[in-house]
């Protein structure tokens, strides 16, 4: 029995009309086919506290951490706040590393996108964001870079994301997110994929 | 009339009995006499969201940026959590920056220390914080860097910082955070202080 290759997607941002939120729809209509993205959302994780951590892992968490287990690979789309990610993006990940010795990141594949509203944002964001990958033991996707700038003009009236090399970038950032993680498991539970073009 | 040098200091932890918390205890006690110590949880800041912002300012994020207007200089304990700071520290601040044009940190000085269980913890943390404290047109204290490492060694059964060396970093520290404020403020306000030995 063969599958897709799951998965698993977040933004860091809770606001509803969030652009790093439409980046995760834009993304999931330029999957390679063999692969599936589920979006999930970090709003209901609290802010990290030890002391609660010793009474029980809240259930929101418990889900955000099985839900990141279940899936092959992660994709993170962030802001840019003050040359960093977001406190509350930040946040959750230091959940999803817990307790001592869980660390649901563990080993798994990710990529990054941003959306901005100006011309650079997102690129010290995605810098520290990546250390910090590398720290969880994940295998971070560093080619190509993409940063949906002045984002507000890259989406119509119905939120479809528009740019085409915006769109181009994503796919094939998308692509080597999930050829990453082929290789990386060397499973041969995949759904074979047809060669990408190269351009 | 001349005043003394007033530091707002909190720690990025919400723990109750954490480490950095005493930190900020211990460095109540080793500040230049021209200077003073106000110390602050960050307990009560909620999750940063700009659909709430948009709404109005939360109380407690209200009065944390009123205490950091207030000060003269900052003063941040950190431990390190997945080779950063903690996703409650960066979302503090970035409630502390907002709304857009009243970042309440703009150029005021600011000193950063770390509290480790192990031999190395901190020095991560403080190199991604430095970068956003940098961003927020902040002023940097750079030396020395002060990390208490195997930190649950130094301290006595009556939470009191017995180690000699980490006393001795703290106060210079301290000595030119207040030395720093003096000079970018060029203030004639301040009390006087009589000038630091050499070692």
Known sequence: MTRPVKILAFAGSLRKNSYNKLLLQA???LLPASAQLEIV???GIPLYDQDTEVLGIPQSVKRFKENI???DAILI???EYNHSFPGVLKNAIDWASR???HNSFNGKP???MSAAPGLF????????????LVALNMHVVAQPAVIVTSVHEKFDINYELVDADAKQF???LLANLVDLTRRITQSEEWLQEAPLSTQ
């Not at 944002?121 to 250390?131: E, F, N, R």
């Open 170 to 172: 994503m796919k094939q």
């Open 69 to 71: 287990e279940s899936a």
């Open 110 to 112: 990710v990529a990054v």
């Open 41 to 43: 959302g970090i709003d």
């Open 27 to 29: 993304a999931a209509k």
């Open 77 to 79: 789309t962030t802001p």
């Open 99 to 101: 307790p001592y010795g």
């Open 121 to 132: 944002g997102g690129v010290s964001a995605q810098d520290q964001l990546k250390q910090v």
